[in-house]
């Protein structure tokens, strides 16, 4: 099976701040990755879908990059709603596995 | 306007059955490979079952396989998932979710299963 390792696992920033969360695979999945974010009791929402490609609706403050093994997602300045716990989620091979998530607080 | 809603969760006891259900409406869901994705209690999302859009194949998590068993009908828009020789660890918000690997995903507003005596 294909792990996926997130970090940070949480961290503290500004509105206004750029914030930068990586997923790293343990083998190669090409481009095959989402990034979602939750809010709290909520089901979570993908943002960007093959690693790089915005979903419709998604502020644009939101990036994603990255292929191989190593993955980030960026943004660029956060915003109040914007405080989540997001995850990122392989699709290249059986089972499908999550990061283990990072929690955006409010510093 | 999209919905997807999830039933059929409760509290249940270790070894006993519970069959969850997911019912799709305003999006063409014979299109779209369903998840089951769960929650444990304040912990992360944790990948649960696939089947595909036309029910050809499916795949579970390890630590499922064998236990769950994902189905669909098409004729009802309706994403099934039966738990079977349940555990304490299995005790989740459960969420049904179609996702495309293109174009926008469709998530439920979860479940929840207890498994405790």
């Known amino acids: 099976d294909i792990q996926m390792t997130q970090s940070p696992s949480s961290l503290s920033a500004s509105v206004g701040d750029r914030v930068t969360i990586t997923c790293r695979a343990s083998?190669?999945?090409?481009?095959?990755l989402g990034w979602f974010q939750q809010k709290p009791g909520r089901a979570p929402e993908r943002l960007i879908y093959?690693?790089?490609s915005l979903q419709s609706g998604v502020p644009s403050r939101f990036s994603g990059s990255g292929s191989g093994t190593e993955f980030t997602l960026t943004i660029s300045s956060l915003q109040p709603e914007d405080f989540a716990t997001y995850y990122c989620?392989?699709?290249?091979?059986?089972?499908?596995?999550f990061g283990g998530g990072t929690k955006v607080e409010i510093k | 306007q999209v919905q997807v809603v999830a039933s059929g969760g409760g509290v249940v006891q270790p070894g006993r059955s519970l069959r969850l259900s997911c019912a799709a409406s305003g999006f063409t869901f014979s299109n779209y490979g369903m998840h089951w994705v769960r929650q444990a209690p304040g912990k992360g999302l944790e990948w649960v079952a696939v089947?595909?859009?036309?029910?050809?194949?499916?795949y579970y998590a390890d630590s499922v396989t064998g236990r769950f068993t994902i189905s669909r009908d098409n004729s009802k828009n309706t994403l099934y998932l039966q738990m079977n020789s349940l555990r304490a660890e299995d005790t989740a918000v459960y969420y049904c979710?179609?996702?495309?690997?293109?174009?926008?995903?469709?998530w439920g507003q979860g479940t929840l299963v207890t498994v405790s005596s």
């Open positions: 083998q190669g999945i090409r481009n095959d």
């Open positions: 089947i595909w859009h036309d029910g050809s194949k499916k």
């Open positions: 979710a179609g996702i495309a690997v293109t174009g926008p995903d469709y």
């Open positions: 093959t690693a790089s």
């Open positions: 989620l392989q699709h290249n091979s059986y089972p499908f596995t």
